[in-house]
């Protein structure tokens, strides 16, 4: 069984500030993780993923995230948040080398950036 | 951008009627998945399909079924609204590669109120 937990429903950072959203998984098979953003009315876009080549990994928008298989983690940070990062945040897994990509979704992190 | 759409994207209807969504896309993509948002339990799966009339259940499939007659089409019927089926439903794609399901893209989502 897999899950996921989204520490902090809500997060605020000042402008220029350090961007840290914080998501830990539960999986029983290797796993493939996502970070995706939501931007107001809209759908979901891929921020980033890791699929057991490199521990860290690079996104759009300046977003990356580091594997850690030791502490269950997959935690997303930006250096300097900009006004346009305010937007939901999910994490998410999926099974690996699961024939089907099934994916279960953390309970989603509202960012929001202060002038 | 991913070629996927979702009709309609807004949808008024009363409790007991039958409703049908729409996922169509244009990326001949083999999965195909359904999703509910709601607050505070982000993204769940409702059923999903690896294949033209190849369904499976999701996690709360219950007063929901699928049908997918074509590739490029996913089907989403309520068979008779109840008013905790409202919510924003999200399709999703993903194809298959190296042997592993990759991302999934979203389409634009369906905001459905039952009175």
């Known amino acids: 069984a897999q899950s996921v937990t989204q520490l902090g429903s809500h997060v605020s950072v000042s402008e220029g500030a350090l961007v840290l959203l914080r998501c830990n998984y539960s999986?029983?098979?290797?796993?493939?993780l996502f970070w995706y953003v939501q931007y107001p009315n809209q759908g979901l876009q891929l921020l980033l993923k890791?699929?057991?080549?490199?521990?860290l990994v690079k996104g759009i928008n300046g977003f990356e995230a580091e594997f850690k298989k030791s502490e269950t983690s997959f935690h997303l940070t930006k250096p300097s948040a900009h006004m346009s990062d305010a937007a939901e945040y999910f994490c998410?897994?999926?099974?690996?080398?699961?024939?089907?990509?099934?994916?279960?979704f953390g309970q989603g992190t509202t960012l929001q950036v202060k002038p | 951008d991913a070629g996927i759409t979702q009709s309609p994207r807004h949808k008024v209807t009363e409790t007991g009627t039958p409703v049908t969504l729409r996922c169509h896309q244009t990326?001949?993509?083999?999965?195909m998945y359904w999703y509910r948002q709601d607050p505070g339990h982000g993204l769940r799966l409702i059923h999903y399909?690896?294949?033209?009339?190849?369904?499976d259940k999701g996690e709360v499939s219950d007063g929901y079924s699928v049908s997918r007659s074509k590739t490029e089409d996913f089907l989403l019927t309520l068979e008779s609204a109840t008013s905790s089926q409202t919510s924003v439903y999200f399709c999703a794609i993903s194809e298959s590669r190296g042997g592993a399901v990759d991302t999934q893209y979203f389409g634009p989502g369906t905001r459905l109120t039952v009175l």
């Open positions: 890791y699929t057991s080549a490199a521990t």
């Open positions: 990326e001949n993509h083999r999965y």
């Open positions: 399909s690896y294949g033209v009339k190849d369904t």
């Open positions: 998410a897994v999926s099974g690996g080398s699961s024939n089907t990509g099934k994916l279960i």
């Open positions: 999986s029983s098979v290797p796993p493939y």
